[in-house]
């Protein structure tokens, strides 16, 4: 199914970035940004970076993947949640499958998320990868 | 005067050893590893290339710059034989990833492997001409050999990023020399997948004559002789080009020991140098002057000579040591695991 | 609010029904209602679907199934709610005949999956969870409910033995019902040794791709009456929601939408749980019916994987669920589910359920909980003999 571009194009800054939005009343993040803090109606917030660093509070592998993720399967596939306690749904690389685990500790790398076949756009974001050092 | 206030790097984990090449093409592997000294070389998984390793190298050099503001980057360049886009910079997305966008200049650069070394030059002239503050220079590669050809024992990835400045160095820029001719001895046409090169001709009129004319050029330039510097860096399409290159001018083992790569790493284009700078930076101390030496085919040599100042004992920790990338927590990948991630299999995508 | 009956209930074939198109399959569904009811007209139409535009490349799927039944002019319109879209035709077409705007109204629910590849056919599906947050890293719909697997595994100690147990209780259910996709049994082994789709979920834990429709004649007592037809109320619906994206739920081993949901059906019914005797449940992964049993509150957080496995659910348990096959054994052609689930109810409480599958006791009240996506929307319906 073809991404048109100006749909990713939007997400750049959460999706290249990590921009979140932090809300001034109640000090919760939301990735990705929300404009409606929906614990309590706040609509003031400003623009804050997610941590990098987190661990794996639940996964999958997927071995049954779409086309687009061929190349890549099996995947791992995991929440993780970052240091300052936000969640983000993120692939897992740089690792083998069979070794992830929850509780393992992670970071965020900038990774090529999707191509559009052999023409269309390149799409970027965060993947997790096993922290080693 | 201009200099480096920050460097990183950035390299795949996976590996493929020449051997595990040289077995599917009935290659004499132990003439690979002596004749060339390659022993194994990085391998970019489906999810990496030219923009994602440049972005995490700058990322890299941005952790040890002590806290330039992305923002007062005045222009990014790119130096690369492999930007994944045609048409479409690569120096934007890594803007855009780092936060220096809007108000900055971006330019992709194509030199075979000298293209990052040139983005280094270019960097460096904006900040002796004071037209900006800061100038990020990264030299990325996802480079591809031809299937049997030799060049698939050395076609590497990764990357080397360097925040230009003139303040808070941690490497000052003493001089620079380079030196180009027209030389056909490496290229790849328009629409072609795999570079082309012209056998052993790629050798002595090329390689080295370029190399040390441009090293030689800057030596005599400055009056500095190979034992002024504690370390060198030159470019490496394999281990034995550097040596023996290192040798003809009279550098020593010990002196190009810590940025000498190519032969567990391979060919990173135009990362090669530069990642070999960024190597041996994180082993030098205050004051050691450092040879380097690009080339790229086509064909011309960047040199430079560096001043390795007091800041380096401050930032050398604050981000991964690049011989750190290259030494630990590797995976080994075999012939059909590296077709498939170089996309060297047909199949519908 | 007015009284609301449901008055009869039809089926179309489910599985992979290549002779049939999207409206055909909704036609047969809705002729067989229209006939088992006996009503010579409707006063409106829902269609519960979730992706006539992706599967099939249709939509305007109102007018479209109001036509091929040959009533084209009457009211009509399509409900969408990813896989509760069926659900929530029937509490729209319950609550127009409650408000007292129409008598007889048909909630129809239809779906036809396999004319498109599998690859597009996951990317449907995948378009209930959250695109530029979930799908946009690879997430599917297995793997989704992997995640929460994983979690419930982790903070309960649910083991693979129970989420067996789902499926083999739903297949043992399904072998005895002549519309299932799948109607044969198969064992815990069996199970177990299927291919690993996506970690701890097997083919066996998933429910199938399937075609199908399935509608039901709703009206008012009063009508219900005159057509002289067996009937039972719907006594209570009620609709929950969640964020869209499982990672930003606080716990991931619940749906709280469907808590939400069962709630609120149940006050409007001025019941308890411990008033229904049995339930259609939304297995679209086994991992899936042990949550809800615990979501619902039939069971404590963590300990209905152990009650599955103890048999408290199968057909003679004391709490049955999915006496139809649930989606695994039936099917679950996304958008009819939720309708199916009402026509195996109104089956049951009617005691019509064919091939042995009547439940033993002449059960008088019972629950359909339908959901869409990884749990962001939930619709619970409680029905009671009239």
């Keep these: 199914m073809a991404m048109f571009s100006s749909r990713s194009w939007r997400e750049y800054p959460q999706r290249y970035r990590l921009e979140a939005s932090k809300f001034k009343k109640s000090g919760k993040t939301y990735y990705p940004p929300r404009t409606i803090d929906p614990s309590n109606g706040d609509t003031e917030w400003e623009t804050v970076r997610l941590p990098e660093e987190g661990k794996v509070i639940t996964y999958t592998v997927i071995r049954v993947a779409p086309n687009m993720w061929g190349d890549k399967s099996p995947y791992g596939l995991a929440i993780v949640e970052l240091t300052d306690g936000t969640r983000v749904t993120v692939q897992m690389t740089d690792v083998d499958v069979e070794q992830i685990k929850i509780g393992m500790e992670v970071r965020l790398e900038f990774r090529r998320i999707q191509t559009e076949g052999e023409a269309g756009v390149l799409s970027y974001a965060h993947k997790a990868v096993p922290k080693w050092y | ?349 | ?386």
Aim: include cysteine; charge should be negative; hydrophobic fraction near 40%.
């Design chain 3, 1 to 386: 609010m007015r009284d609301v009956c449901v008055v009869g209930v039809g089926m179309s074939q489910w599985g992979e029904v290549w002779r049939k198109s999207f409206r055909q399959l909704f036609v047969d569904a809705a002729s067989a209602a229209i006939k088992n009811s006996g009503v010579d007209h409707l006063d409106g139409l829902y269609v519960g679907c979730m992706s006539g535009g992706l599967f099939v490349g249709q939509e305007h799927l109102g007018a479209l199934c109001a036509d091929y039944l040959g009533m084209a002019g009457i009211p009509a319109m399509r409900v969408e709610s990813a896989c509760a879209s069926g659900g929530m035709a029937i509490r729209a077409a319950m609550f127009e005949v409650a408000s007292g705007a129409s008598d007889i109204v048909m909630a129809a629910g239809v779906e036809k999956m396999t004319d498109c590849s599998g690859d597009d056919a996951t990317y449907a599906l995948a378009t209930a969870a959250d695109q530029e947050y979930e799908v946009f890293h690879g997430a599917t719909f297995p793997g989704l409910y992997a995640m929460m697997a994983h979690a419930h595994m982790a903070k309960y100690g649910t083991t693979r033995d129970m989420l067996s147990a789902v499926s083999v209780k739903n297949h043992k259910n399904g072998a005895m019902n002549p519309v299932a996709q799948y109607p044969f049994e198969i064992t815990m082994e069996g199970v177990a040794n299927s291919v690993m789709i996506a970690d701890p979920l097997h083919i066996l834990d998933c429910s199938p791709i399937t075609d199908g429709a399935a509608a039901v004649i709703v009206c008012t007592e009063e009508k219900a009456k005159a057509l002289g037809k067996p009937y039972v109320k719907i006594i209570g619906s009620g609709v929950g929601t969640d964020t869209l994206q499982l990672c930003q739920r606080a716990d991931m081993t619940t749906i709280k939408a469907s808590t939400l949901a069962a709630e609120r059906a149940l006050k409007m019914a001025g019941k308890t749980i411990k008033d229904v005797q049995f339930a259609e449940m939304h297995d679209c992964f086994t991992i899936a019916e042990i949550v809800i049993c615990e979501s619902i509150g039939l069971y404590a957080p963590g300990k209905a994987g152990a009650a599955i496995l103890a048999g408290e659910t199968a057909l003679d348990g004391k709490f049955p669920v999915n006496s139809s096959g649930g989606l695994k054994s039936k099917g679950h052609a996304v958008g009819a589910t939720g309708v199916a689930q009402i026509v195996e109810i109104y089956k049951q409480l009617t005691g019509q359920a064919e091939g042995g599958r009547q439940i033993p006791g002449s059960p008088k009240i019972g629950m359909a909980q339908n959901m869409g996506g990884s749990g962001a929307s939930s619709v619970v319906h409680i029905l009671e003999v009239a």
């Design chain 2, 1 to 349: 005067m201009a200099g480096i206030v920050g460097y990183g790097a950035h390299l795949p984990r996976q590996r493929i050893k020449v051997e595990e090449i040289a077995k599917v093409w009935g290659a004499d592997a132990p003439s690979y590893k002596k004749g060339l000294m390659l022993r194994e070389k990085s391998v970019p998984p489906p999810d990496m290339d030219t923009i994602t390793l440049a972005v995490e190298a700058a990322r890299n050099a941005l952790r040890r710059s002590g806290g330039v503001d992305p923002a007062e980057i005045g222009a990014i360049y790119i130096g690369s034989e492999s930007h994944p886009y045609a048409v479409k910079p690569s120096g934007t997305t890594v803007a855009e990833a780092i936060g220096a966008t809007p108000h900055l200049h971006c330019a992709d650069f194509e030199f075979a492997c000298k293209a990052g070394s040139e983005a280094m030059f270019v960097a460096l002239s904006h900040i002796d001409a004071k037209a900006m503050k800061y100038a990020l220079a990264i030299a990325a590669d996802t480079s591809q050999g031809a299937p049997s050809d030799a060049l698939e024992f050395s076609a590497a990835a990764g990357a080397g990023a360097f925040i230009m400045g003139s303040e808070n160095l941690i490497a000052e820029c003493l001089h620079t020399h380079s030196y180009m001719t027209d030389m056909p001895d490496f290229w790849r046409r328009e629409h072609e997948f795999y570079p082309q090169h012209a056998g052993r001709f790629t050798g002595e009129e090329a390689y080295f004559a370029t190399t040390m004319g441009s090293s030689q050029a800057l030596l005599e330039k400055t009056g500095m002789k190979p034992s002024d510097f504690k370390y060198a860096i030159f470019h490496q399409p394999n281990g034995k080009f550097p040596q023996r290159v290192s040798r003809m001018l009279g550098f020593t083992q010990e002196q190009i020991d810590p940025g000498w790569l190519a032969p567990r790493l391979g060919n990173t284009y135009s990362g090669a140098s530069p990642i070999g700078l960024t190597a041996t930076l994180d082993v030098s101390d205050p004051g050691d002057l450092i040879f380097m030496c690009s080339y790229g085919s086509g064909a011309g040599s960047d040199s430079f000579i560096w001043k390795v100042t007091d800041r380096i004992n401050e930032v050398r920790d604050m981000a991964v040591k690049t011989h750190k990338l290259l030494d630990e927590n590797l995976t080994y990948v075999d012939y059909g695991t590296y077709a498939k991630y170089r996309r060297k299999i047909k199949k519908n995508y």
